[in-house]
T-cell receptor, first 109, second 113 residues
Framework: KNEVEQSPQNLTAQEGEFITINCSYS?????LHWLQQHPGGGIVSLFM???GKKKHGRLIATINIQEKHSSLHITASHPRDSAVYIC???????????FGTGTSLTVIP | EPEVTQTPSHQVTQMGQEVILRCVPI?????FYWYRQILGQKVEFLVS????????KSEIFDDQFSVERPDGSNFTLKIRSTKLEDSAMYFC???????????FGPGTRLTVL
């Protein structure tokens, strides 16, 4: 069973486009996390959300707790944004992450 | 900025051999995790560790696996008798007690031949 579902699996965009990646989850959570995984494999935490919206530079993350849905938006996309974006949830404070399968984003110049 | 480090970056071993993957979490962090990612698949939880004991483990974390924090800085994952299906990227992560945000190491790619 997949506690976390992401869409799309793959996404190709032209530089400058507005990008949206979606995440749905089926379990109660304490927080939702957006992570970025670069081609070398390293994982970096982008956002942790338990409600509302967060913004960091060109990245915006939103969550709707009632609908169990989150979105990650990238404005004015750039080739350096090319990476795998992973949605993960933590179910109780301090517990393990449950990961989505990731969205592979390629931004073409 | 403090970061989680892992060694080695790549380990190649023969099936049946023991391997130890090493991690140095961020120094003031209290909670430690091991995850793995088989090539082309999603990241999966293996084990969490707090206060010198395992707090949670997954079905993957069977008797072949063990974790240890031997000296207050290193956090190790041992696989006693590796199988071909243990080939994966293994990530260590840590966090403080104040936030759910986990900080990931760069990973160790384990190849079992």
């Amino acid at each position: 069973k997949n506690e976390v579902e992401q869409s799309p699996q793959n996404l190709t965009a032209q530089e400058g486009e507005f990008i949206t990646i979606n995440c749905s989850y089926s379990v109660g959570i304490s927080a939702l996390h957006w992570l970025q995984q670069h081609p070398g494999g390293g994982i970096v935490s982008l956002f942790m959300l338990s409600s509302g919206k967060k913004k960091h530079g060109r990245l915006i993350a939103t969550i709707n707790i009632q609908e169990k849905h989150s979105s990650l938006h990238i404005t004015a996309s750039h080739p350096r944004d090319s990476a795998v974006y992973i949605c993960a949830v933590s179910r109780d404070t301090g517990n393990q992450f449950y990961f989505g399968t990731g969205t592979s984003l390629t931004v073409i110049p | 900025e403090p970061e989680v480090t892992q060694t080695p970056s790549h380990q190649v071993t023969q099936m049946g051999q023991e391997v130890i993957l090493r991690c140095v979490p961020i120094s003031n962090h209290l909670y430690f995790y091991w995850y793995r990612q088989i090539l082309g698949q999603k990241v999966e939880f293996l084990v969490s560790f707090y206060n010198n004991e395992i707090s949670e483990k997954s079905e993957i974390f069977d008797d072949q696996f063990s974790v240890e924090r031997p000296d207050g800085s290193n956090f190790t994952l041992k696989i006693r008798s590796t199988k071909l299906e243990d080939s994966a990227m293994y990530f260590c992560a840590s966090r403080t007690g104040m936030s759910d945000t986990q900080y990931f190491g760069p990973g160790t790619r384990l190849t079992v031949l």
